[in-house]
């Protein structure tokens, strides 16, 4: 089973916003070499959550892990991107998608809070 781990973020008219999920990506990829990983973005930018799925299953993904990077879990993550989501796998049922939680309170954005404001605070 080839997976694959399709990031999503809400999107931008801001391209330096749009990078950074690509920024992200480049991270998750040198972690997971053996996945293949994608980006997408729920609206305003491309691409977007069906082309995103869609590349995923070009590259010979049969199970897809979206993950929503969002902080919580509001109305885009639990609602909006699940309906996208189940929308654009109809096209493809014999692939597996899963979504993750959203990053929430894990302990390593914790960790994050105290770098950046480590940071800040020199």
């Not at 999107?11 to 972690?31: I, P, W, Y």
């Not at 995103?52 to 109305?75: E, N, S």
């Not at 939680?101 to 950046?116: Q, S, V």
Request: glycine share 6%; charged share 30%.
């Amino acid at each position: 089973m080839k997976r694959a781990i399709l990031l999503i973020d809400h999107g931008s008219r801001r391209a330096e916003a749009n990078a950074l999920l690509d920024e992200v990506a480049d991270q998750v990829r040198k972690r997971a070499p053996e996945a293949i990983v994608e980006v997408a973005h729920m609206e305003i930018a491309e691409p977007d959550i069906a082309e995103g799925i869609d590349t995923c299953v070009k590259k010979g993904a049969t199970r897809i892990i979206v993950h929503p990077f969002f902080l919580g879990p509001g109305r885009h993550s639990t609602e909006d991107i699940p309906a996208q989501v189940e929308r654009a796998g109809e096209r493809h049922p014999n692939v597996q998608i899963r979504i993750s939680e959203p990053l929430g309170c894990h302990a390593a954005i914790i960790d994050a809070i105290f770098d950046r404001v480590s940071d800040a605070d020199h």
